[in-house]
């Protein structure tokens, strides 16, 4: 029989627990609640919630909302969601996550305090996500996001730049740009950078390259719109070539399971455990009939 292992430190982070959480109190009360995008990465959680009632609706909608309950997922928002929000008379369940709402209240106060000041606003991050959209109301989108090196052809090195980065980055990228960055400054201008990056979320990276090291194939469960998961599952295949991408356990190829493998299975920051373990329950059942 063959040893199967789900990693104990994947799965949810603390702000998407925090978002489900929310939500599940709020569906308890009854009436219709909405919730602002989808509320975390994983189509299979969105439609275990949507079948307790929660409505996804997008930003177009949101804005057609009167008089109803909307929950902000973890991602956070601008500050016109809000402003939307008081002029509809919509209750607003916040759900974002703290980490986030430290980071948006940083890049406000610096964009406040340097807007006239010449100094670029600088977000390493990916353009058009969630977080880095909610970031960016933070500076009436004046920032400039930076998804990887060869974006910093943007920036004006002969003036000031102050960079943040979106929570959920590798730190290893963040410290590349840092460098690349410090070492294009021209004459007087000044160069401040915060490092804003989760750790519960960059420390995955170590655990995972530890974790997939330790079996002989591994089976990584994330949604397919899961940003963190595409990464996450690049460090399983770099450091275990035998790891496969699955969204359900409907996705495994019964040909790859060796009756005598060491299995694991891990997930992004969006995977629940109770879709890690319906993943063991699957290969436990291919591995049994495999031998009848």
């Given at each position: 029989?063959?040893?199967?292992?789900?990693?104990?430190?994947?799965?949810?982070?603390?702000?998407?627990?925090?978002?489900?959480?929310?939500?599940?109190?709020?569906?308890?009360?009854?009436?219709?609640?909405?919730?602002?995008?989808?509320?975390?990465?994983?189509?299979?959680?969105?439609?275990?919630?949507?079948?307790?009632?929660?409505?996804?609706?997008?930003?177009?909608?949101?804005?057609?909302l009167k008089n109803a309950r909307v929950l902000l997922r973890a991602h956070g928002e601008p500050p016109s969601t809000y402003q939307i929000?008081?002029?509809?008379?919509?209750?607003?369940?916040?759900?974002?996550?703290?980490?986030?709402?430290?980071?948006?209240?940083?890049?406000?106060?610096?964009?406040?305090?340097?807007?006239?000041?010449?100094?670029?606003?600088?977000?390493?991050?990916?353009?058009?996500?969630?977080?880095?959209?909610?970031?960016?109301?933070?500076?009436?989108?004046?920032?400039?996001?930076?998804?990887?090196?060869?974006?910093?052809?943007?920036?004006?090195?002969?003036?000031?730049?102050?960079?943040?980065?979106?929570?959920?980055?590798?730190?290893?990228?963040?410290?590349?740009?840092?460098?690349?960055?410090?070492?294009?400054?021209?004459?007087?201008?000044?160069?401040?950078?915060?490092?804003?990056?989760?750790?519960?979320v960059s420390n995955r990276i170590p655990n995972i390259k530890e974790f997939a090291q330790k079996h002989d194939m591994i089976f990584f469960v994330a949604g397919e719109k899961s940003s963190n998961g595409k990464v996450l599952f690049a460090e399983c295949?770099?450091?275990?070539?035998?790891?496969?991408?699955?969204?359900?356990?409907?996705?495994?190829?019964?040909?790859?399971?060796?009756?005598?493998?060491?299995?694991?299975?891990?997930?992004?920051?969006?995977?629940?455990?109770?879709?890690?373990?319906?993943?063991?329950?699957?290969?436990?059942?291919?591995?049994?009939?495999?031998?009848?």
């Amino acid at each position: 029989m063959s040893n199967i292992e789900i990693d104990t430190k994947s799965g949810f982070c603390f702000g998407v627990v925090n978002a489900i959480k929310k939500a599940e109190e709020e569906l308890a009360k009854g009436g219709i609640l909405y919730c602002l995008g989808d509320i975390v990465h994983n189509n299979l959680e969105v439609d275990r919630l949507e079948r307790l009632g929660l409505k996804t609706i997008d930003h177009e909608e949101f804005a057609q909302l009167k008089n109803a309950r909307v929950l902000l997922r973890a991602h956070g928002e601008p500050p016109s969601t809000y402003q939307i929000a008081k002029e509809n008379n919509i209750e607003i369940i916040d759900a974002s996550c703290p980490v986030v709402l430290r980071l948006q209240k940083k890049i406000h106060d610096k964009y406040d305090k340097e807007k006239d000041n010449n100094t670029q606003i600088v977000i390493y991050g990916k353009n058009g996500h969630a977080e880095v959209n909610g970031l960016m109301g933070q500076t009436e989108a004046n920032a400039i996001v930076i998804e990887k090196k060869e974006d910093l052809d943007k920036l004006d090195f002969t003036r000031n730049i102050c960079l943040f980065s979106q929570t959920t980055k590798p730190l290893d990228g963040f410290q590349e740009v840092i460098d690349i960055i410090q070492s294009r400054m021209i004459g007087d201008a000044k160069f401040e950078f915060f490092d804003t990056i989760c750790r519960q979320v960059s420390n995955r990276i170590p655990n995972i390259k530890e974790f997939a090291q330790k079996h002989d194939m591994i089976f990584f469960v994330a949604g397919e719109k899961s940003s963190n998961g595409k990464v996450l599952f690049a460090e399983c295949k770099r450091y275990n070539p035998n790891s496969y991408f699955i969204t359900t356990p409907d996705d495994i190829d019964p040909t790859v399971i060796k009756p005598t493998a060491s299995i694991g299975i891990c997930g992004a920051t969006s995977t629940p455990k109770w879709q890690m373990e319906d993943v063991e329950t699957k290969i436990n059942e291919l591995r049994a009939s495999s031998l009848n």
